[in-house]
C-alpha cells in the first residue's frame, strides 16, 4: 500500500491548515488568502523592478537575414547591418565620451 505524502501550510489569515504545493499563489481551502503571501509580494515587486529597469534599455533591431534570402539580398542585407552596427558603436562612443567628460 503506497501511501503519497502531501505538503500542508497553516494560513496566517484563519489559522487553517490547506494543503501546499510550494507554489507562491497557492491559496487556502478554507478562507481563499494566499498561503505564501510574502514570497507572492517579493515575485511582485522584482517582476515590477524588472520591468521599470527593462524601460531604461535602448533596443535597437537590425535588420533580419533569412535563410530563404537570395545571395543577393543577403549580401545587401550584410552591408545594412554593418552599417547600422558602425552607427551605434560611433554613437555609444560619443555618449561614453561626454559622460566621460562630464565626470
Avoid at 57 to 73: E, G
Wanted: proline share 2%; hydrophobic share 45%; aromatic share 12%.
Amino acid at each position: 500500500m503506497s501511501q503519497s505524502f502531501q505538503s500542508t501550510k497553516k494560513c496566517k489569515n484563519c489559522g487553517n491548515w490547506s494543503p501546499w504545493n510550494q507554489e507562491i499563489n497557492d491559496i487556502c481551502h478554507f478562507c481563499g488568502h494566499l498561503l505564501d503571501e510574502e514570497a507572492f509580494l517579493a515575485q511582485a515587486k522584482a517582476e515590477a523592478e524588472a520591468k521599470e529597469k527593462k524601460s531604461y534599455q535602448i533596443n535597437i533591431d537590425l535588420i533580419k537575414i533569412y535563410p530563404t534570402d537570395s545571395f543577393l539580398v543577403k549580401t545587401g542585407k550584410r552591408f545594412i547591418q554593418a552599417v547600422q552596427i558602425s552607427f551605434i558603436a560611433i554613437l555609444s562612443f560619443i555618449l561614453w565620451f561626454l559622460t566621460l567628460l562630464a565626470g
